[in-house]
Every structure is written in structure tokens, then in C-alpha cells.
């Protein structure tokens, strides 16, 4: 059964950093796309960031230079490195795969097949 499990959220004061972590289970890693999305309350959930199985990463608008999303092949995990944090950043963060075959459309929720349970980040003022 695949399983995906978040870490490294938290709370943090505005203009501070998080890697948040998503380690796999029961998937070749490098045989799928692995996305970030994110949730605050009471908005839809959207996505941050993904990288693809042949390496390439693709990016929200609203990114802006402030993540970068990375994977460690040999430890099945992929992470999610996010600077000048916000209050605007206060969200639910979730790890999603999706077989690798899939090309494009990285930010369609309905593409993903395998979700976490999300980490929570709040950012204070």
C-alpha cells in the first residue's frame, strides 16, 4: 500500500524558513512525479510545486523564487524548501504521486493518485 508522510511543518515567524519532508512507501520513487500542494482555511487546496521522474520541477505563479522543491532518490524522499515565509503561507501542506507516464498538467488535484495527510505550517505575524 503506498503511503506518503509529511514532516517538518510547524509554527515559524514571518521572514523565517521550513523543509518540510514527504517520505514514500511502496512506490519507485523515480518512477513518479511528486507534487506539494497546500490548503489554507477556508480556500480551495492549490498547487506549490512538483518535479517530474525525469527530473524537471515546475512552479506556482505565486512561488516567486521563495521554494524549491527537491528529491532524494536513494531515501524515497522529496522535500520542499520555503523562505521569506508569510502569514499568507499558513496552510495544510500535502505530498501527492502520480505515475510518472503522466505528463503535464501538474497542478490538476484529480491527476494525483496517492495523497498524504498534510503537515500543518503556520506563520505568524
Known amino acids: 500500500q503506498v503511503q506518503l508522510v509529511e514532516s517538518g511543518g510547524g509554527l515559524v515567524q514571518a521572514g523565517g524558513s521550513l523543509r518540510l519532508s514527504c517520505s514514500t512507501s511502496?512506490?519507485?520513487?523515480?518512477?513518479?512525479?511528486m507534487a506539494w500542494f497546500r490548503q489554507a482555511p477556508g480556500q480551495a487546496r492549490e498547487f506549490v510545486a512538483a518535479?517530474?521522474?525525469?527530473?524537471?520541477?515546475y512552479y506556482a505563479d505565486f512561488v516567486k523564487g521563495r521554494f524549491t522543491i527537491s528529491g532524494d532518490n536513494a531515501k524515497n524522499t522529496v522535500f520542499l524548501q520555503i523562505a521569506s515565509l508569510t502569514p499568507e503561507d499558513t496552510a495544510i501542506y500535502y505530498c501527492a504521486a502520480r505515475q510518472g507516464w503522466r505528463s503535464g498538467n501538474y497542478g490538476q488535484i484529480s491527476t494525483y493518485e496517492h495523497w498524504g495527510q498534510g503537515t500543518q505550517v503556520t506563520v505568524s505575524s
Open positions: 518535479i517530474a521522474w525525469r527530473g524537471g520541477t
Open positions: 511502496a512506490i519507485t520513487f523515480r518512477s513518479y512525479t
